[in-house]
């Protein structure tokens, strides 16, 4: 695989995180029907969503920011390995979304990660 195309595969998968992270993150602080009803159903308050959408948004404009992408991936990936984790004790079958939000984000983290001297 060429250095392009590894280049531009990884701006297409942070793209594709950014996108799919801000509209849950705005959707979270909108207070859509379907949210509301995912973080009632988790128990914990709506504080919670709240904070997940922070994460999210927050960590999705990470992933642009030369030197701290490893920090909003890291975040993304720690949100959705919970979010994996409320889908199989509590929502339900539909972890898929978030497994392949949470792979992907893995995915630059590893990418962007910093080297141990």
Known sequence: MSPS????????????????????????FAGVE????TFDAIGWGQWFRYLTGSIEIVSAVLLWVRGREWI????????????????????????VPALILGILSAFVFMTHRPTLA
Do not use: D, N, R
């Open 72 to 95: 909003g991936a890291g975040l993304l990936t720690s949100t959705m390995g919970a979010a994996v984790l409320f889908h199989i004790l509590v929502l339900g079958p539909t972890l």
């Open 5 to 28: 195309t590894k280049k531009y595969g990884l701006i297409a998968i942070k793209t594709l995180l950014t996108v799919a992270f801000v509209a849950a993150g705005t959707a979270k």
């Open 34 to 37: 379907m949210m509301v009803g």
